[in-house]
């Protein structure tokens, strides 16, 4: 029997999250919407032992790579965790703080969908990003990888040498990092087949969501 604090968030979620587009990944906490090479991801994660939940809302870029060799991984790629806990004490006094947090997780999610509005939006604002983590001692790591796949969606080819430049000649990146970087930095000599496989990769992890691939990836203006 379904425990009543889940049925609550399970109600909750659907009411806020549905009009957006959102749907719930089976039985779980988890709910994605489907923004074609990204998911908007909202995850009412459970509070250890504890009947409640924290709310955790954030964008997975579908050309990331599954890391563990399952196929429904999900990385935090821009986002995390929002709010404190929420904890059941009765029903009536959950019921109104699950429905105020997934109103909160609806707005963060608008927020990203808003953010990540287009191809070149997104790598603009990843671009900052990482230009930002370089000047706090932390660039050059997977966020530069992803800003340098948006450059090459958005066709910004000099954009996307430069940033992944970071990574395969920084100090010391981690192996999986490192090897990303230089075969993006490799696949730059020809921009559109590079962009054919990343559309292939995309289309494999949308599958992996039970989502319909996409025939063409946004196209570069300009």
């Not at 709910?31 to 954030?58: C, I, M, R, T």
């Amino acid at each position: 029997m379904v425990e009543a604090h889940n049925s609550i968030i399970a109600r909750a979620a659907k009411a806020a999250l549905a009009p957006l587009g959102f749907r719930r990944k089976g039985q779980s906490r988890i709910w994605l919407a489907d923004h074609g090479h990204w998911l908007g991801v909202v995850e009412f994660q459970p509070s250890g032992s504890s009947k409640g939940s924290y709310l955790n809302v954030y964008a997975h870029w579908l050309w990331t790579p599954a890391s563990t060799g399952s196929t429904f991984t999900l990385s935090y790629d821009v986002g995390g965790r929002i709010d404190s806990s929420i904890v059941f004490q009765s029903e009536q006094q959950f019921a109104v703080e699950a429905a105020s947090l997934a109103e909160r997780a609806a707005q963060e999610a608008v927020r990203l969908r808003t953010k990540f509005h287009s191809i070149e939006s997104m790598a603009d604002v990843l671009l900052a990003q990482e230009r930002a983590f370089a000047e706090e001692g932390r660039g050059g790591r997977w966020q530069a990888c992803h800003a340098g796949v948006a450059c090459v969606l958005a066709g910004r080819i000099d954009e996307a040498r430069t940033i992944l430049a970071t990574v395969s000649h920084g100090s010391g990146p981690q192996p999986l990092i490192h090897a990303r970087a230089k075969a993006l930095m490799a696949g730059l000599a020809d921009p559109d087949r590079l962009r054919r496989e990343l559309l292939s990769a995309i289309n494999r992890r949308r599958a992996a969501f039970k989502y319909p691939p996409l025939d063409e990836l946004p196209v570069p203006v300009g």
